[in-house]
């Protein structure tokens, strides 16, 4: 069976890398620019994975995270979050806001593909 990815960023070159990529390994990908977007979506289509930008407009990662880990049927969805905001400041924010993994831009490829097969097999 298909394995879902929600990939919410804004970025659109880097949007369009990931998903490459990650439909490369045989994911089925779900592009959103904005957190508001792919929570308006999460309803019909429950992803195995959702790999979640913090600086976006409207609302943030960090409210993203929490909204859908606040949610007694998306609490279980595996979140990873990708960022520039390499601190540590921005590490544990996005931990506290119930995000499973954190991975710092620029990262490489395997980096990613790695962390996404672990959440998903988690």
């Not at 960023?9 to 890398?17: G, K, Q």
């Not at 592009?31 to 609302?59: R, W």
Request: with cysteine.
């Amino acid at each position: 069976m298909e394995k879902k990815i929600f990939l919410i960023d804004d970025e659109v070159s880097l949007i369009r890398v990931i998903k490459a990529c990650l439909e490369k390994e045989g994911y089925k990908v779900f592009c959103f620019s904005s957190g508001e977007k792919a929570l308006s979506e999460l309803k019909d289509i429950m992803p195995d994975l959702i790999v979640l930008d913090i600086k976006m407009q409207g609302i943030n990662g960090y409210e993203v995270c929490e909204i859908i880990k606040s949610n007694e049927y998306y609490s279980g969805i595996p979140i990873l979050v990708i960022t520039g905001l390499d601190t540590a400041d921005a590490r544990s924010t996005s931990f506290i806001a119930g995000a499973d993994d954190y991975l710092a831009k620029p990262f490489g490829i395997k980096d990613i593909l790695s962390k996404v097969e672990y959440l998903i097999a988690k």
